[in-house]
């Protein structure tokens, strides 16, 4: 047996079998595809067919070698396609900050006035002209504005039922309904955000007109979307969270006379709260980049809300900035666009920033650390 082992192990390992040889082919045409898509893209298509090709000789000719370097490959591509397009974005929003730097920021003033805007008049620029690509005045702030408002109204609907969603797919659901719940609230994450925005639109519109006597499409229709296109993503992490807890916790709590919703409240949720809060803060962030229905709804505007807790106003948020002024965009505009793309990628980031360092957190105190 153990000679076979070694007979095996022999069989796969590197210089065998002209292993060094298709390796070496391999890296070859990789490097070369990856340089020939920055300087020349005519060539990636045949040097890009050479390295399937080498693949496919090397997987016969040296299966766990291959396999191993494509998996070292496929590591290195997500690493260098996140860094460039990184690179991407900041290069193409730095004429945007060198050219307008603060202008960028400029609070708008509204019937002469500036609006309460949590003290940010005494640093920025204020004028009543905050986007006007005509007159070279591109104010991001009412994006912004708008982006935190549909964000908190998503974060309310779906944080609150997707812990609650969660809780009764784990813990109160027998096994037949899971399995028929589960994947159920899983395929709604691959419903198309258009469509949501569309039904949305179409259905939460005429109720807010008749009940709110509102002109219609608003922050609040845009919240709630947004909110329910999050739910299924809140409700699987946390689902897998909460039923990571060990049932040992459980069958101690109830041993000690606790009902199955304190057992919930008091061991379930403290000891899957790293991973909750990550589902959460994973679907606030697909809130936050959410497009397509947001831009359905309110695709018009780029105005301040009147006042700024308005949620039956409207306006653009950053995405659907970018959407709908892409397409008719000049230079210096794009370059404002892809500014606001930095937002959002900072944004984003911060978020995940924030969700590691929660889970980190819950980890020591659970475990008794400080």
């Known amino acids: 047996m153990q000679q076979d082992i070694e007979t095996n192990r022999n069989r796969f390992s590197p210089g065998d079998d002209g292993s060094y040889v298709v390796m070496g082919v ?7 595809t990856v340089v020939a898509f920055l300087f020349r893209p005519g060539l990636v298509a045949p040097l890009l067919a050479a390295f399937l090709v080498s693949t496919a000789v ?3 000719v040296a299966q766990a070698v291959v396999a191993r370097a494509l998996g070292f490959v496929a ?5 260098l396609t996140v860094a460039f397009i990184t690179y991407f974005l900041f ?23 500036v609006q309460w805007f949590f003290g940010l008049d005494a640093v920025l620029p204020t004028s009543d002209e905050y986007w006007n690509p005509a007159a070279d005045a591109y104010s ?104 990571s807890v060990p049932g040992s916790m459980r069958d101690g709590s109830t041993a000690l006379g606790a009902t199955r919703w304190q057992t919930m ?45 308005d949620v039956f106003d409207a306006s653009v948020t950053l995405t659907s900035l ?15 666009l892809f500014a606001a793309g930095v937002l959002l990628f900072v944004i984003v980031a911060g978020m995940s920033v924030v969700s590691q360092a929660v ?6 105190k659970l475990r008794g650390e400080r």
Not at 75 to 79: D, E, M, P
Not at 322 to 336: N, R
């Open 26 to 32: 391999m890296g070859c045409t990789l490097a070369a």
């Open 58 to 60: 090397g997987w016969l």
């Open 75 to 79: 590591t290195v591509s997500t690493v």
């Open 91 to 113: 290069v193409s929003a730095a004429p945007a900050f060198l050219e307008h730097g603060r202008g960028l920021f400029i609070i708008p003033v509204q019937d002469g006035r």
């Open 140 to 243: 991001l702030i009412p994006a912004i504005w708008a982006t935190v408002i549909v964000t908190v109204i998503a974060g309310s609907v779906a944080g609150p039922l997707g812990l609650f969603g969660a809780l009764f797919i784990a813990e109160v659901a027998s096994d037949g309904l899971r399995s028929v719940v589960k994947p159920g609230v899983e395929v709604l994450a691959g419903i198309p955000s258009i469509v949501y925005g569309f039904i949305g639109f179409q259905v939460l519109n005429g109720f807010v007109q008749n009940s709110f006597l509102d002109d219609g499409a608003s922050y609040l229709i845009a919240g709630i979307v947004v909110g329910i296109m999050a739910l299924p993503t809140v409700v699987s992490v946390a689902e897998d969270a909460i039923s």
């Open 265 to 309: 409240k008091s061991i379930s949720i403290p000891a899957s709260f790293s991973g909750v809060s990550a589902a959460v803060i994973l679907g606030l962030g697909r809130a936050i980049g959410e497009t397509m229905a947001v831009a359905a709804i309110m695709a018009s505007g780029t105005g301040l809300a009147n006042p700024l807790y």
């Open 322 to 336: 970018i959407a709908t002024q892409y397409g008719s965009a000049s230079e210096s505009t794009l370059d404002v």
């Open 359 to 364: 889970e980190r957190r819950m980890k020591r």
